[in-house]
């Protein structure tokens, strides 16, 4: 049986303190594998981001265990953990979270170049990931210069960049209209046929439905019953 990229057991998350104190996660597993994507829905406040954010390891359970790739993410020093995810976990935002001064490709080298990569090389390969998600000739645009959709894709091809195991997306599509939202999710869908990679969305969106593996559904801080995945769309 394939190892899990990520396995959460008995997850329990506390935010805040005192009186204002909430239990944002209880007793949540989850285990997650190569060559899926996982739609985590819920409604507002059921947990999902914060769900998202333990599984990447932004953010440290109050107790259970996370496993990336097999290894135990609790006790693991802030720099080390820091590490970890940036090497294993590619993350992608409804926001996009460019750097408006940064070309295209400056923009998807700077995870790279962040981890030690030398500069020729982290160039090489954003380029490379630009080529996957369809950009390679923008590459020395600005964002202002880019769609929403093509905004998204350059989100994208940073999280994929670092040949990434986890690409955990936060609503990917909420701001984009229904033709790219589509696209968006085909790009997704095809990046999550890699047997070594996981991709989990976040999402409300119900026109995503048809491009998951799975569906996970999560409420009050509880996974309840998944039910079954439609059948997923023709040529994802």
């Given at each position: 049986?394939?190892?899990?990229?990520?396995?959460?057991?008995?997850?329990?998350?506390?935010?805040?303190?005192?009186?204002?104190?909430?239990?944002?996660?209880?007793?949540?597993?989850?285990?997650?594998?190569?060559?899926?994507?996982?739609?985590?829905?819920?409604?507002?406040?059921?947990?999902?981001?914060t769900l998202l954010s333990v599984l990447g390891c932004m953010l440290t359970p109050t107790s259970g265990t996370v496993r990336l790739l097999g290894?135990?993410?609790?006790?693991?020093?802030?720099?080390?953990?820091?590490?970890?995810?940036?090497?294993?976990?590619?993350?992608?935002?409804?926001?996009?979270?460019?750097?408006?001064?940064?070309?295209?490709?400056?923009?998807?080298?700077?995870?790279?170049?962040?981890?030690?990569?030398?500069?020729?090389?982290?160039?090489?390969?954003?380029?490379?990931?630009?080529?996957?998600?369809?950009?390679?000739?923008?590459?020395?645009?600005?964002?202002?210069?880019?769609?929403?959709?093509?905004?998204?894709?350059?989100?994208?091809?940073?999280?994929?960049?670092?040949?990434?195991?986890?690409?955990?997306?936060?609503?990917?599509?909420?701001?984009?209209?229904?033709?790219?939202?589509?696209?968006?999710?085909?790009?997704?869908?095809?990046?999550?046929?890699?047997?070594?990679?996981?991709?989990?969305?976040?999402?409300?969106?119900?026109?995503?439905?048809?491009?998951?593996?799975?569906?996970?559904?999560?409420?009050?801080?509880?996974?309840?019953?998944?039910?079954?995945?439609?059948?997923?769309?023709?040529?994802?």
């Amino acid at each position: 049986m394939t190892q899990p990229v990520i396995e959460a057991s008995n997850v329990v998350k506390y935010l805040g303190s005192g009186p204002g104190r909430v239990a944002a996660l209880r007793g949540v597993s989850l285990s997650l594998s190569g060559g899926e994507l996982v739609l985590l829905m819920g409604p507002s406040g059921s947990g999902k981001t914060t769900l998202l954010s333990v599984l990447g390891c932004m953010l440290t359970p109050t107790s259970g265990t996370v496993r990336l790739l097999g290894q135990a993410t609790s006790g693991v020093p802030p720099e080390k953990l820091a590490d970890l995810r940036r090497r294993h976990v590619g993350f992608i935002f409804q926001s996009y979270h460019l750097f408006p001064t940064l070309t295209v490709v400056e923009n998807v080298r700077l995870a790279l170049e962040m981890g030690g990569e030398r500069a020729w090389r982290a160039h090489d390969k954003a380029a490379a990931a630009l080529t996957t998600v369809g950009l390679a000739h923008k590459i020395t645009a600005f964002p202002s210069h880019l769609s929403s959709g093509e905004q998204q894709r350059v989100a994208i091809a940073r999280a994929i960049v670092g040949n990434t195991a986890a690409v955990l997306a936060d609503e990917p599509t909420a701001a984009l209209d229904s033709a790219n939202g589509h696209a968006i999710m085909s790009l997704l869908s095809r990046i999550a046929k890699d047997p070594s990679r996981t991709v989990l969305v976040v999402t409300h969106d119900p026109r995503v439905l048809p491009f998951a593996d799975r569906i996970v559904q999560i409420e009050d801080g509880r996974l309840i019953e998944t039910p079954q995945a439609p059948q997923k769309l023709l040529g994802t």
